[in-house]
């Protein structure tokens, strides 16, 4: 048989297969309809070769070796399987887009369901050794779950594939870690597993392909035999015969289209900040390049500029040095004749300053003397004070003398009549006694005259030297001025004193003399005359020294 035969052969056995799929020819009891999903590079097209044991093409990497639906029959516990292998989505190896592979895969599932052929279950395949969920995963993960609907996940069998055939102990934590985060996330299986879908790990290690993949088509045969299922993609397209863009896979290629429409504009963004953070990049160089030549051009004109002005200023400073040098002469002089001048001044400073350390010491003594005259004067104070004490005494005793004066003489008219030569004689004894003490109030008196004759002399002595003595200004002139004519006040006042009491004393002595004379006569109306006569005149002589 040579190739031409067999590749007849090929397309007549895929034919009937695909006329089995949609309804085309009487399928016979026992056949089953396995739905095999994933994304490019899970290993769909192995499981399928593993299930059946028929050669598949198989792609190395991630090249896809299924453009289009693929639909391989084999028999496993009385059961005629057919196992439909569909392209993965987002396989950038492939010249059609998703929106073309939904659209194939859509149209057979729409046509076999039209003419009552059932899917009985669903494998989904996994890759255990990705590092990470791409967008491409999440992204076959929600077409995977839009194209089955929940009411399908009792009848879906999840299987991770490129399991190491003898894993290390860290790596297989590792996996197994990812493996749970698979079955527990919402957004990957967990959902699908809460809806009924059990998890399988193909091609672990100590269990063969087969065995691996037979375990899985014998749980969804199990599955099968309570009811096959309606997928949402048919139930969507055939009985309520919405268009492929309305349905829920439809649904999640539109976001699908409206996220890379975004992610395409959102890059595009990013590259025209690019761009523009390039532009701007290279306008700042440019400008910095411009400004630093600009900065060298300034330097080098400040260079040349401060060199000119160099050579212009060491020629005005040559002239300005001859011109320094001429002046410099001319202060010289100058000052030679001003340091004369201040040597005049300094030496008149001195005698000035002589002048007024002597006047100085002359205000000093004149205040000294000034406060020695202002000390004199309230000592002279005092002794008037006492002066005018001791008239005050005086007064008194004139008063207690005068009504002795009147109690003896109306005692010597009263009673003189009958006296004789003994009582006589001892009246004359009281009066001399009487007038030895008016003698002794005299000599009194008079060394007290005899006092204020010695201060008025020392004030007459001091103001003759106040006189003599220069006032240093005019206000301390004013002052000894009138401390002088005061002095002289007092002066005058005291001789007027001296003089009344001088006279006073004359007339005391006189009228003693008298009053003696008439007390010696034996005639008693001539005595009582005579004492009142003698009494009334020594009364006035007391008046006379009182005052």
């Excluded at 009891?29 to 999903?37: A, G, N």
């Excluded at 009147?406 to 009958?418: H, I, K, N, V």
């Amino acid at each position: 048989m040579d190739d031409t035969d067999v590749s007849r052969q090929g397309v007549e056995e895929y034919v009937e297969r695909l006329l089995a799929f949609t309804g085309g020819k009487k399928l016979p009891p026992k056949t089953l309809f396995i739905l095999v999903m994933g994304m490019t590079g899970a290993g769909k097209s192995s499981f399928v070769k593993a299930c059946t044991g028929k050669p598949v093409t198989v792609g190395h990497g991630l090249d896809s070796c299924t453009a289009s639906i693929e639909i391989v029959d084999f028999e496993l516990d009385g059961y005629h399987i057919y196992m439909i292998d569909t392209p993965g989505f987002n396989d950038p190896d492939l010249n059609r887009s998703d929106e073309v592979i939904l659209s194939t895969i859509g149209t057979y599932l729409g046509c076999s369901y039209s003419r009552n052929v059932f899917i009985h279950g669903i494998v989904y395949l996994h890759r255990i050794n990705d590092n990470r969920m791409t967008r491409s995963n999440t992204q076959n993960i929600e077409m995977f779950k839009a194209l089955c609907g929940e009411e399908a996940y009792s009848n879906v069998a999840l299987a991770t594939t490129f399991w190491p055939p003898s894993p290390d102990p860290n790596d297989l934590k590792i996996l197994l870690k990812r493996e749970q985060d698979l079955t527990r996330k919402a957004s990957y299986f967990g959902r699908v597993i809460n809806g009924g879908a059990r998890m399988f790990r193909h091609g672990e290690a100590g269990h063969t392909q087969k065995d691996s993949a037979h375990v899985v088509v014998r749980h969804l045969i199990r599955q099968s035999q309570l009811s096959p299922v309606v997928l949402l993609i048919q139930h969507e397209l055939v009985d309520e015969e919405k268009k492929l863009g309305d349905t829920s896979a439809g649904a999640v290629m539109a976001g699908d289209l409206r996220k890379l429409a975004q992610k395409q504009e959102e890059d595009f963004a990013a590259y025209k900040r690019d761009l523009e953070r390039d532009h701007q990049q290279q306008l700042q160089i440019r400008q910095s390049a411009h400004a630093a030549e600009m900065a060298n051009l300034k330097m080098d004109l400040e260079r040349r500029r401060h060199e000119d002005e160099r050579e212009i200023q060491s020629r005005q400073h040559a002239d300005q040095m001859a011109a320094i040098q001429k002046s410099m002469d001319i202060q010289l002089q100058q000052h030679k004749t001003q340091i004369a001048m201040l040597q005049g001044n300094m030496q008149q400073e001195a005698q000035l300053q002589q002048l007024k350390h002597q006047q100085q010491l002359q205000d000093n003594a004149q205040h000294l003397l000034l406060a020695s005259l202002q000390t004199q004067s309230e000592q002279q104070q005092l002794r008037d004070n006492a002066y005018h004490a001791t008239l005050a005494g005086l007064h008194q005793e004139y008063g207690r003398q005068q009504l002795a004066m009147q109690q003896r003489e109306q005692y010597l008219a009263c009673s003189l009549q009958g006296l004789h030569a003994r009582e006589r004689s001892r009246i004359i004894n009281g009066l001399r006694a009487a007038e030895a003490r008016y003698v002794a109030d005299l000599r009194s008196t008079r060394s007290e005259l005899k006092n204020l004759k010695n201060s008025i002399a020392a004030v007459r002595e001091e103001a003759a030297a106040l006189a003599r003595q220069p006032a240093s200004t005019a206000r301390a002139r004013q002052k000894a001025e009138q401390q002088i004519v005061q002095r002289q006040q007092e002066i005058s006042q005291v001789q007027q004193v001296v003089e009344r009491k001088e006279a006073a004393i004359e007339d005391f002595k006189s009228t003693r003399r008298q009053l003696t004379e008439k007390v010696a006569e034996n005639a008693t109306a001539g005595l009582v005359t005579g004492l009142a006569g003698g009494v009334a005149t020594l009364a006035g002589g007391l008046v006379c020294v009182v005052q």
